[in-house]
């Protein structure tokens, strides 16, 4: 599976993107059976979980410093992850990137995700 994420960008604090993320497999292989999630890297800093949704999109989860902020979504049938930043701070600025999980839960340890996309800049300016 290939996962190539776009949207992101430079905004002003307090501002909003909308970072989007499609997969594609060989042979027909859809991301449709498995949960995803977006982690963020910073520069010098460890990749930490961001948000994480079920494959059937009725679970979610959210780290307590985007709690509020973003949203995750899904359509599986473009096989596309959705990720809504509102509400932008400083603090954000990081390389997002998307993830799927190797099963249909979601979860936020790294270790429960088996493939990576190439990862897309979000810089919030103060």
């Known amino acids: 599976v290939q996962l190539q994420a776009s949207g992101g960008g430079l905004v002003q604090a307090g501002g909003s993107l909308r970072l989007s993320c499609a997969a594609a497999?060989?042979?027909?292989?859809?991301?449709?059976?498995?949960?995803m999630g977006w982690f963020r890297q910073a520069p010098g800093e460890e990749r930490e979980f961001v948000s994480a949704?079920?494959?059937?999109?009725?679970?979610?989860l959210y780290s307590d410093s985007v709690k509020g902020r973003f949203t995750i979504s899904r359509d599986n049938a473009k096989n596309t992850v959705y990720l809504q930043l509102t509400s932008l701070k400083s603090e954000d600025t990081a390389a997002y990137y998307c993830?799927?999980?190797?099963?249909?839960?979601?979860?936020?340890?790294?270790?429960?995700?088996?493939?990576w996309g190439q990862g897309t800049q979000v810089t919030v300016s103060s």
């Open positions: 993830t799927a999980a190797r099963s249909s839960l979601p979860s936020t340890s790294r270790s429960s995700y088996a493939y």
């Open positions: 497999g060989a042979s027909g292989r859809t991301i449709s059976n498995n949960a």
């Open positions: 949704i079920a494959w059937r999109g009725g679970g979610t």
